[in-house]
């Protein structure tokens, strides 16, 4: 008898299922910082934002953060494994060009939480942990909360076109010419990519200051960033 789920296909799906559930623990989390969490600190009294902060926020960054890591490896594997199957020339294909656009979105974003997003919230847990038991806070943390702020925001905004570019790769297909030198594009997508990360790094929130600012961001990101692929892809 043949059991579809033990085989290479199997593991794949089993992959894909995994990313999925992981996917909607980062993500699900990422929403929730922005959406809800972000407004709610910004006009509840004192005391509570400090208790949140203090007990609520370290259990949601924990399933944000672990969630990131495992969406990212089993991401990376069902790539290592598609290539391995499939060979490495299937990344110069419609499908190709899609999943890298969407991974290297997906890859900016885990390093902003575990190399940006959750130093800098360690630092304002801790400020507030210090302040509640008398001590001072700490003067570095408005600073880190702001910092992380931009990053959580950046990521926010690239969450848009990595979702449209993880679905488009196997339920969009494009017509990428086999023969098109896919450098352009590729150095046009690291010139765009690269300025937003800049930003996230060193810049300020600008339009992603509000809800509908970044989502509205987001929205046009993906569309601008689909548009110069099938632009420049023929
Ligand atoms: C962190 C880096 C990430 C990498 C390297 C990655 C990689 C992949 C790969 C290789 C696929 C399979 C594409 C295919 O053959 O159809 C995929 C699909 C997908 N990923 Fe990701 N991913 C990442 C992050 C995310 C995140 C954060 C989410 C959020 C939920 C996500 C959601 C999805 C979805 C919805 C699909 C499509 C599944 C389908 O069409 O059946 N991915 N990803």
Known sequence: MEI???????????LRWLHLFFGVIWIGHLYYF??????????????????AIQKLVPRALWWFRWGAMFTMLTGVIYLATKGHRDGFEIFATSWGVAILTGSTLGLLMWANVWFVIWPNQKVVIASATQAASGGTALPEAAAAGARAGVASRTNTLFSIPMLFFMGAASHLPMAVNPNANLWIITGVFAVILGALELNALKGKTGVMTTIQGVVTSGFSLAGVLYILIEVLTK
Do not use: I, P, R, Y
């Not at 789920?5 to 089993?14: A, I, R, T």
């Not at 922005?34 to 208790?51: H, L, P, R, W």
């Open 4 to 14: 579809a789920l033990f085989s290479l296909d199997g593991f794949m799906f089993l």
């Open 34 to 51: 922005n959406f809800v969490q972000g407004a709610f600190f910004a006009e509840t009294d004192a005391s509570t934002k400090s208790n």
